[in-house]
């Protein structure tokens, strides 16, 4: 195989390659060996740290299934949320008052700049007894909820705001020509063509949710999927499988999402039908991290 | 309605100057990290390509939270690696560091990755035909002329990064995030004071940052 920065290998590159990746395996080996014997030591390694994950349907039915759950239930409700507050705010953001534009421009650029984190203590702490009494039991749900809302509708006003941007000009002149009023241009031309060119990026997002989810768990006390692992390894006393275990749902959850992201951009892009604009996964400001980006938290 | 702050019970610089030096030390570490993932990802070598893009697709889709916890409760409490550090302190903080770089690197990777496919072709193969190895042509020829393209995506890396310090409060590092919970906690008749006061602390970091970089961004970007 070719690329920009290297050949084909021929026989003396490739009898090169062959020698980098000896020592690549044996460095690599190196580092593993010398790490499962520093757990075997701590004695992380033993059979009955693992087999709980196998054996034992309890560990799934009572901790990771319900964690899991939760965090998918408060990412979906947060994506809900966020959606057509996002669309608001870009919409907003694009409007052709001077006035409108400033003020959505800085309530969305002031919960950017806001760690989710940070939000979400916030709405804990607004949720609290004293001021607006949600019961206890819900309120690290909501706090994180709200948290999510107030960070990713900026960011998705964002997202909207270059999905109509993305579009080519003559679509909003086509509509203007046969007197279309702006509302109508914005709703029935732009609009529908936006978030089609922008669902890769939301998808994407949604990711970045989930992985900030975790935060709530964390510091708020909500019951999701990482919170979980003090449970288990309390129980088994297995805190680096759990971990592990944990990491790889989380992995395998995202890693779907990620993958149907950059199949929907491939076939967009392909499509014959659209205007070929495509906002892909990575093409909006502000990777969080996430990710909060996509470099969330 | 800002008591609070001259009552002398809160330090919030101090705070935020934990927040900034988490930010610089974890910065300089994911752009090194960085650099060599993305070297490994386009190099000629399969099995370094196959870590690289294993690392980064296994990373970036973990919460920023779980590496962090990870590095605290597995690598410190379970199996004993502090990092050299000698208080709850110290250890602490370096573990933050450590995670926050295997984090954030993967996006500088990335952010890198897109910059080398700006680099055109020709300019490679020209490199090539004077005889210069992989690693010449990577860093005489591409990677600086990728590094000036992609002062922007990197400038929201930064920016990302910024904020996903706070997460260094779930493992008890006394920065900003850490402060202000308990100050919320404490504080309940002044919610929305504490709140404007850590967010003004964070869109004055942010803000700096953004506007300065970009305006570094524009003037190092290579016209083609």
Same mark, same amino acid.
């Given at each position: ?69 939760? $965090? ?114 914005? $709703? ?20 970045? @949710? ?28 297995? $805190? ?10 989380? @992995? ?40 909060? $980006?996509?470099?969330?938290? | ?5 001259? !009552? ?9 100057? #934990? ?6 030390? !974890?910065?300089?570490?994911? +752009?090194?990290?960085?650099? #060599?993932? =993305? ?10 390509? %196959? ?19 990870? &590095?605290?409760? %597995?690598? !410190?409490?379970? +199996?004993?690696?502090?990092?050299? %550090? ?22 500088? &990777?990335?952010?890198?990755? !897109?910059?080398?496919?700006? #680099? ?33 995506? +990197?400038?929201? =890396? ?61 003037? #190092?970007?290579?016209?083609?």
């Amino acid at each position: 195989m070719s690329s920009v920065l290297y050949d084909t290998p021929g026989p003396r590159a490739k009898v090169r390659n062959w020698i980098y990746s000896g020592i690549f395996v044996v460095l690599f080996g190196l580092v593993l060996w010398w790490a499962l014997s520093l757990m075997a030591d701590k004695g992380q390694l033993d059979a009955d740290k693992w087999t709980p994950f196998v054996t034992d349907s309890q560990v799934w039915t009572t901790y990771l299934i319900p964690g899991l759950i939760e $965090t998918l239930k408060a990412g979906a409700l947060s994506m809900v949320i966020a959606l057509p507050l996002g669309a608001a705010l870009g919409i907003g953001r694009l409007s052709d008052h001077a006035g409108v534009r400033a003020a959505v421009g800085a309530w969305v650029e002031f919960f950017r700049a806001i760690p989710v984190l940070m939000l979400m203590l916030f709405s804990s702490a607004l949720f609290s007894p004293q001021l607006m009494d949600v019961p206890s039991d819900t309120r690290p749900f909501w706090a994180v909820v709200t948290g999510l809302v107030l960070y990713n509708s900026a960011v998705i006003a964002e997202i909207v705001r270059a999905g109509v941007l993305s579009l080519p000009k003559g679509q909003a002149e086509a509509a203007k020509a046969i007197g279309m009023r702006k509302g109508q241009t914005m $709703t029935h031309v732009l609009l529908p063509q936006a978030v089609t060119a922008m669902l890769p990026a939301l998808v994407s997002q949604l990711v970045v @949710i989930l992985k900030d989810t975790a935060l709530g768990g964390a510091l708020l006390g909500f019951a999701e999927l990482l919170s979980m692992n003090r449970q288990i390894a309390a129980n088994y006393s297995n $805190t680096i499988a759990t971990m592990f275990v944990i990491a790889l749902i989380y @992995i395998a959850v995202n890693f779907t999402l990620t993958t149907v992201a950059s199949w929907l951009e491939k076939r967009l892009r392909g499509s014959k039908k659209s205007t070929g604009a495509v906002l892909g996964a990575e093409e909006v400001d502000d990777p969080v991290p996430g990710a909060n $980006t996509a470099a969330g938290a | 309605m800002f008591d609070f702050l001259d !009552s002398g019970q809160y330090d919030v610089l101090g705070a935020f100057w #934990v927040t900034v030096q988490l930010t610089l030390y !974890s910065a300089v570490g994911s +752009l090194i990290w960085g650099t #060599v993932l =993305v070297g490994m990802r386009v190099s000629p070598v399969p099995l370094l390509r %196959g870590f690289g893009t294993a690392y980064v697709n296994l990373v970036r889709n973990t919460p920023l939270t779980l590496v962090v916890i990870g &590095c605290s409760l %597995g690598l !410190s409490q379970t +199996l004993g690696i502090n990092l050299g %550090g000698e208080t709850f302190k110290e250890t602490g903080f370096r573990l933050a560091v450590l995670g926050l770089i295997a984090y954030t690197g993967t996006f500088v &990777c990335e952010a890198l990755r !897109s910059g080398i496919n700006t #680099v055109p072709v020709g300019q490679a193969e020209a490199a090539r035909a004077l005889g210069l190895s992989f690693f010449q042509v990577l860093t005489l020829i591409v990677l600086p002329q990728a590094f000036r393209a992609v002062v922007a995506p +990197l400038t929201n =890396v930064l920016i990302a990064l910024t904020k996903n310090t706070t997460v260094a409060a779930t493992i008890g590092v006394a920065e900003a995030a850490l402060l202000m919970k308990e100050m919320l906690e404490n504080e309940a008749q002044a919610v929305f004071a504490v709140f404007a006061v850590f967010a003004l602390g964070f869109v004055l970091l942010t803000l700096p940052t953004g506007l300065l970089l970009g305006w570094v961004a524009k003037r #190092v970007a290579v016209k083609r």
